[in-house]
């Protein structure tokens, strides 16, 4: 009884969050479905064009060509590699998952959108080039983000907080330099910073209940890398 009280409060504050992400994704994919860019687009995006601060662009140029869709799959396996070796199999096959959903974000765009020119014309829309939602941001949102919350079980507190704060920086970043480098207009940025947060919620559901998934089940949990 006392377990159902504690939990209840919890999952009255916690649910709540993601939901608001679903939902803000489906109101920014709509908003980002129009003919030419959204209210205050334009205007935003040569803002930050022209007032980017010199040190985050170098940073941006930096974690840049680690995303691209060639390179973001051998970081992604690298880092997957790393995590199996320092913390086993379960958390890596949860980093798997993170990683599935990175992917839907190189199949194809939500929304085809071109990228925004120096002078804010909306131009012709080609695959690989512009789109919504931006790839960078999802990967670096989820896969990051999926770490860094992995740590919090798998590691000391001081390196949790160290990976915590690097993902935090580094989606902030590629947010930005995304849209000052005129490679995605504002809404691919926000619409990639909701979809990617709601599946890291997903993300830390499943990773939290794993164990009481398939409790029983000896080969799944072996496979799993649980204990049995």
């Keep these: 009884m006392n377990d159902e009280i504690a939990v209840g409060p919890q999952a009255r504050v916690i649910w709540p969050v993601p939901a608001l992400l679903v939902v803000a994704s489906v109101i920014l994919t709509l908003a980002a479905s129009g003919e030419g860019p959204f209210s205050g687009e334009r205007h935003l995006t040569l803002w930050m064009h022209r007032n980017s601060p010199t040190p985050v662009d170098w940073m941006g140029a930096a974690v840049d060509p680690l995303v691209t869709d060639l390179t973001a799959p051998m970081v992604f396996a690298a880092i997957f590699l790393a995590v199996w070796w320092r913390w086993g199999r379960h958390p890596a096959i949860v980093l798997g998952l993170a990683g599935a959903f990175t992917a839907l974000t190189r199949i194809g765009d939500i929304v085809e959108r071109p990228r925004p020119t120096a002078s804010g014309a909306w131009t012709d829309h080609h695959f690989g080039n512009g789109g919504y939602p931006s790839g960078h941001v999802v990967f670096t949102v989820l896969v990051l983000g999926t770490v860094a919350l992995l740590a919090r079980h798998y590691s000391s507190t001081g390196v949790a907080r160290r990976l915590a704060v690097l993902a935090v920086a580094l989606s902030a970043i590629t947010a930005w330099t995304r849209i000052s480098d005129l490679n995605h207009w504002p809404l691919d940025v926000f619409g990639a910073l ?35």
Excluded: I, K
């Excluded at 947060?197 to 398939?214: N, P, Q």
């Design 194 to 228: 909701t979809m990617a947060s709601a599946a890291l919620f997903g993300v830390s559901y499943v990773e939290r209940h794993l164990d009481a998934f398939t409790a029983g089940r000896t080969r799944l949990r072996d496979l799993l890398g649980l204990p049995t």
